[in-house]
């Protein structure tokens, strides 16, 4: 099984991807065990040569700071705050999120700047590596002193409590510490606040939304060229010199796809009787564009996020300083990730109104595109359900970071609120996938009333392999089964664009 080092090297999505998909397996670098042991080491030799009150070390918590702790009780403190910060609830976060946790923490602990022990690092390790999540709630965390409730119950398998899932089954955590032969870490002064202070949940969900709407961005592309030709619309408004003199990255990016992609469309070349399209299909580069630019902006915001340190207080050996401060703090990611809920519901916004203009009868289309409207009721309601869909996310796009509630005694009196913008960001990019194989059950169905014509071949081979999965409908028949099985097909597509030779991370 191949392995990835663990070292002080920046993560970045390609990294993440391939240990998550391959399956790797983590190691500590002999780098990042002397930068964990060092800082350690240092730590132990400060607290017991100074009776200085150090936050979190040998002091109370929050509003409690003022509140110095014996020496003797020094893991018990730490214990203490695993368990007394555990208090999530609602609905559990995905499995393949818990894991994405458990990298970021081990990686942000891995430059050395945490304090702690070297067997807490590799247990968390060994929880990756032999498929041990813990259970850890969606509701809990302000996004502002770290992801506290979510990250103790990330924490809590390390001192045999809370649950897990292993082999398949949900258990309490001591009987798998029990079946892989282990014991309960007994944490060491710091050890607890290194754990929940830092912004591992909201960077999981976010590197996790970052590799979905790479991907889901293409297809919107791919999905709107189909539309687009389907509509019998017109080519001109994506020439490039339409798009540089108005210099957006995005909107140059996209008409630049629309382009290569109906390259050798006998429908896009066609003469056309209309002298304009509608806004949906016109518009399409400066709409997906604008929304490219800011899945940009959250890349980049999380590029730098999940290679940083954000716990506290932070200590480094080299400077003999040990610092009080605030990187625990959401709100780059909060302010990223409400804007991301923006950019991907703006994405399916427009999608499914060119749903709604391949049904209008317009065009020599039939209405809702079956032969025998008025018997058949067509494509009529799967429009209904997309419009739905794109309800919901206008709703979830409320944002998150413009609010903060006081918690702590007023020790903590602004908050991000990053961890729900995470979790509403997760509901819009899941609709967002709805919604765009909503658009290409209808735009698939629409060419067909377009033949013997032909759109472009990577148009042509994409309908083609969708016809496998979902067959066109002469008449009504149960379709929620076509709509999933066009999800499952969007998901296993396995696409390249033509004239394309970038990264599929990057946009």
């Known amino acids: 099984m191949a392995v990835h080092f663990i070292s002080t090297k920046l993560l970045n999505f390609e990294d993440i991807e391939t240990i998550t998909r391959k399956k790797f397996t983590l190691e500590l670098s002999e780098e990042a065990r002397e930068k964990i042991v060092r800082c350690r080491t240092y730590l132990d030799k400060k607290m017991a040569n100074s009776d200085e009150p150090v936050?979190?070390?040998?002091?109370?918590?929050?509003?409690?700071?003022?509140?110095?702790?014996?020496?003797?009780?020094?893991?018990?403190?730490?214990?203490?705050?695993?368990?007394?910060?555990?208090?999530?609830?609602?609905?559990?976060?995905?499995?393949?999120?818990?894991?994405?946790?458990?990298?970021?923490?081990?990686?942000?602990?891995?430059?050395?700047?945490?304090?702690?022990?070297?067997?807490?690092?590799?247990?968390?390790?060994?929880?990756?590596?032999?498929?041990?999540?813990?259970?850890?709630?969606?509701?809990?965390?302000?996004?502002?002193?770290?992801?506290?409730?979510?990250?103790?119950?990330?924490?809590?398998?390390?001192?045999?409590?809370?649950?897990?899932?292993?082999?398949?089954?949900?258990?309490?955590?001591?009987?798998?510490?029990?079946?892989?032969?282990?014991?309960?870490?007994?944490?060491?002064?710091?050890?607890?606040?290194?754990?929940?202070?830092?912004?591992?949940?909201?960077?999981?969900?976010?590197?996790?939304?970052?590799?979905?709407?790479?991907?889901?961005?293409?297809?919107?592309d791919i999905i709107a060229a189909l539309s687009l030709d389907a509509f019998d619309g017109r080519i001109e408004p994506f020439h490039d010199l339409i798009q540089q003199i108005r210099h957006h990255r995005g909107q140059i990016k996209t008409a630049s796809r629309i382009r290569q992609i109906l390259e050798g469309s006998e429908l896009i070349n066609r003469k056309k009787e209309h002298v304009q399209d509608p806004y949906s299909f016109r518009c399409i580069p400066q709409v997906h564009g604008a929304?490219?630019?800011?899945?940009?902006?959250?890349?980049?915001?999380?590029?730098?996020?999940?290679?940083?340190?954000?716990?506290?207080?932070?200590?480094?050996?080299?400077?003999?300083?040990?610092?009080?401060?605030?990187?625990?703090?959401?709100?780059?990611?909060?302010?990223?990730?409400?804007?991301?809920?923006?950019?991907?519901?703006?994405?399916?916004?427009?999608?499914e109104r060119r749903t709604y203009q391949l049904l209008d009868g317009k065009r020599n289309l039939p209405h809702f595109l079956v032969a025998n409207p008025g018997l058949n009721s067509g494509f009529m309601i799967p429009q209904y359900t997309a419009a739905s869909i794109v309800n919901q996310n206008k709703q979830l796009c409320t944002p998150a970071s413009v609010d903060t509630?006081?918690?702590?005694?007023?020790?903590?009196?602004?908050?991000?609120?990053?961890?729900?913008?995470?979790?509403?960001?997760y509901r819009v990019l899941e609709n967002l996938e709805r919604i765009l194989a909503i658009e290409l059950f209808n735009a698939a169905q629409a060419l067909e009333f377009r033949r013997p014509a032909k759109t472009s071949p990577y148009l042509e081979k994409l309908v083609a392999d969708y016809r496998k999965q979902v067959k066109f409908i002469k008449n009504d028949k149960v379709m929620y089964e076509d709509l999933?099985?066009?999800?499952?097909?969007?998901?296993?597509?396995?696409?390249?664009?033509?004239?394309?030779?970038?990264s599929k991370y990057v946009l």
Not at 131 to 160: E, F, K, N, R, T
Not at 405 to 425: F, L, R, Y
């Open 55 to 220: 936050y979190g070390i040998n002091t109370g918590f929050g509003a409690l700071h003022d509140v110095t702790i014996p020496k003797d009780d020094l893991s018990q403190l730490q214990e203490n705050l695993v368990m007394s910060h555990a208090c999530g609830m609602g609905d559990e976060v995905p499995r393949e999120i818990v894991k994405l946790m458990l990298l970021l923490k081990v990686h942000a602990l891995s430059y050395g700047h945490s304090g702690v022990q070297l067997e807490t690092v590799q247990r968390l390790i060994d929880f990756f590596n032999n498929d041990v999540q813990p259970v850890v709630y969606q509701l809990g965390s302000l996004g502002a002193s770290g992801d506290l409730a979510p990250l103790a119950h990330m924490s809590l398998p390390l001192i045999g409590k809370g649950e897990v899932y292993y082999r398949g089954e949900k258990m309490p955590a001591r009987r798998m510490i029990q079946l892989m032969g282990w014991e309960p870490i007994t944490l060491q002064s710091k050890e607890g606040l290194a754990l929940l202070n830092g912004t591992q949940f909201m960077g999981a969900y976010g590197i996790w939304l970052c590799l979905r709407i790479f991907r889901l961005s293409r297809l919107a």
């Open 291 to 351: 929304s490219k630019d800011s899945i940009d902006y959250v890349a980049y915001v999380f590029r730098m996020e999940i290679n940083a340190v954000t716990d506290n207080p932070t200590i480094f050996p080299d400077e003999d300083l040990i610092i009080s401060a605030g990187n625990f703090h959401g709100q780059p990611l909060a302010l990223a990730l409400d804007n991301l809920c923006i950019a991907m519901a703006e994405l399916g916004s427009i999608s």
């Open 405 to 425: 509630i006081e918690s702590s005694q007023g020790q903590e009196d602004h908050v991000s609120m990053g961890a729900n913008a995470a979790t509403k960001a």
């Open 484 to 502: 999933n099985a066009t999800v499952r097909f969007l998901r296993m597509l396995d696409f390249e664009i033509p004239g394309e030779d970038v």
